[in-house]
């Protein structure tokens, strides 16, 4: 039968020799690596934002003129890419394909779209 360890004296100490075992982890590396998950989320989650507004700035006809998918297939792919965004993270396996898709859009569809606007291939 297994005993309860004894709780601790009223001062708080542990006599010494004895060793504790600690049940929670108090900030640290976990606190680093969950601020750094949390970064990288909301920079993903404006990069989706950024492709929907780019989106929706360019006119209807530039997308077919390029040889791409319709605006309004565009814009749907990436609303879709920035509410999975949103909704999951970055990290996730849908979370990658929204972000996959956002990037599609901003460095092929974009630039082809912007040339046939006149625009240039500038950023």
């Known amino acids: 039968m297994a005993t309860e360890p004894p709780d ?5 100490s542990v006599p010494s020799g004895r060793r504790t075992r600690r049940t929670g982890y108090a900030g640290g590396v976990f606190g680093v690596s969950n601020a750094l998950v949390g970064l ?6 404006a990069f989706q934002a950024w492709a929907v ?4 700035r ?3 006809q530039a997308f077919v003129a390029a040889g791409k998918l319709t605006k309004p297939a565009w814009l749907a792919i990436t609303a879709i ?3 999975i965004g949103l909704l999951t993270g970055p990290l996730g396996i ?3 394909a929204a972000t ?3 990037i599609v859009y901003l460095v092929d569809v974009r630039p082809a779209v912007r ?3 006149g625009g240039g291939n500038r950023w």
């Open 115 to 117: 040339e046939v606007q």
């Open 58 to 60: 360019r006119p209807t």
């Open 94 to 96: 849908l979370g990658l």
């Open 53 to 56: 507004v780019d989106c929706v």
């Open 8 to 12: 601790l004296p009223p001062g708080g």
């Open 40 to 45: 990288i989320g909301i920079v993903v989650v």
């Open 100 to 102: 996959v898709a956002s």
């Open 81 to 83: 890419a920035l509410v």
